[in-house]
């Protein structure tokens, strides 16, 4: 178990402490379980959905050229698709 070691400081508006407050005593945690299970699962969302990523020069063109080549035929994919979908469903 991680000892916990660092401190976070934060300041909020009357109406954001009482409506977080309401949520703690509905759900019986804490304001540091709260805030830190909400403010990990948050950063862990923004990491996974960064688009910015970076290559060199000979992976962005071994990239280009897989990209570059033309779809193969998979007739496999082609009956699936023809199928109806559990969406088109009334």
Request: with cysteine; net charge negative; hydrophobic share 45%.
């Amino acid at each position: 178990m991680d000892i916990k070691s660092e401190r976070w400081s934060i300041r909020v508006t009357p109406a954001e402490d009482t409506i977080v407050r309401r949520v703690l005593r509905d759900a019986g945690m804490s304001l540091n379980e709260y805030v830190v299970r909400c403010a990990v699962a948050a950063a862990t969302n923004d990491l996974a959905d960064r688009r910015v990523f970076t290559l060199s020069v000979e992976a962005w063109d071994e990239l280009q050229k897989v990209l570059d080549r033309p779809a193969a035929a998979n007739p496999r994919i082609s009956k699936l698709l023809e199928q109806p979908s559990v969406l088109d469903a009334g």
